[in-house]
């Protein structure tokens, strides 16, 4: 765990060559934004290789719902 992430997302978007490509959408604390290469290489060993996301994307906070539930479409929509 990093502490610098306080909430993730993964979304699909459309890809040519696989059809799907996965992003991790991450919402750090203020002022805090982890290094890509680390986040990657941490989840390298704690994940299997076919689940590695792509591309890491940081915002400042995640769209929810009044249940405090991520609303994915609504990420899919800023990062398309």
Known sequence: TRQEVQECAVVGQP???Y?????AINFSQKGSQPDP???KEI???NMAGYKDQKTYIFVDELPKKPACKI???EINKQIA
């Open 37 to 39: 290469a680390e986040l």
């Open 71 to 73: 609303i994915k479409r």
């Open 15 to 17: 890809d040519k060559e």
């Open 43 to 45: 989840l390298k060993k």
């Open 19 to 23: 059809g799907e490509r996965v992003n």
